[in-house]
């Protein structure tokens, strides 16, 4: 029998908690993110909920992780690249903590972990910068064909400055987590909805940055 022992993972690798989640610092591969998925708490008619969710009895706790592991697949097979918008599965590992999901770890220049696009906003103020990288990545994200369930400003994280150039990278929210995939069944509805993603992400960047006469300019 294959003796592959647990890594530990301890409270000061810690990252980040939620969505039934942990996020923790790989504690040897710097460039490498650990997620831990923890049972939430039942959900009323959870049988009837997951009667007809065949990834779900399938998947269990790691669903979440599961969702955006098939969604880089098929993007890889539809177009026959990686995408490099989104951070890229590099696969499970047994942990102390459970089973763990590996995923690229986004870096800045000075090696710490890349800041979630509200946190770099807050920071940094308005920049229009970040506006035209918002527009690239959603234009990335249509032209690999993903489909983002969450365009919340924390689940997409910041590399790069501003004389270089930033780039934007989804990190979670990745997936289409519907029952039925309708929009997914129409490259008009898809891309409309791209758009609509796009738009509701400038709006949220501009609402947390812009004074609020200048939330609505171009």
């Given amino acids: 029998m294959l003796d592959r022992p647990s890594l530990p993972l301890t409270d000061n690798l810690l990252l980040a908690r939620g969505g039934g989640r942990l996020i923790y610092a790989h504690p040897v591969q710097k460039g490498v993110i650990i997620k831990i998925h923890r049972t939430s708490a039942p959900r009323p008619f959870a049988a009837l909920r997951n009667l007809f969710r065949g990834n779900k009895r399938r998947f269990g706790t790691i669903l979440n992780s599961a969702v955006e592991i098939e969604e880089i697949a098929a993007s890889v097979g539809r177009t026959g690249q990686v995408p490099a918008c989104c951070a890229q599965f590099l696969g499970f590992i047994q942990t102390d903590q459970g089973a763990g999901a590996m995923f690229e770890a986004l870096r800045g220049a000075d090696g710490a972990l890349a800041p979630h696009l509200k946190a770099h906003a807050t920071a940094h103020g308005y920049e ?17 064909g993903l489909s983002v369930s969450d365009r919340a400003l924390v689940n997409v994280v910041v590399t790069g400055t501003r004389d270089a ?39 949220a960047y501009r609402a947390l940055t812009l004074p609020p006469t200048s939330k609505d300019s171009p």
Avoid: N
């Fill in 128 to 144: 229009p910068e970040i506006e035209a990288a918002i527009v690239r990545l959603w234009d990335a994200v249509e032209a690999a």
């Fill in 165 to 203: 150039g930033y780039v934007l990278t989804i990190v979670d929210g990745l997936g289409d987590r519907t029952l039925i995939p309708i929009q997914r069944m129409s490259r008009t509805l898809y891309a409309r909805k791209c758009r609509r993603l796009r738009a509701e992400m400038l709006a």
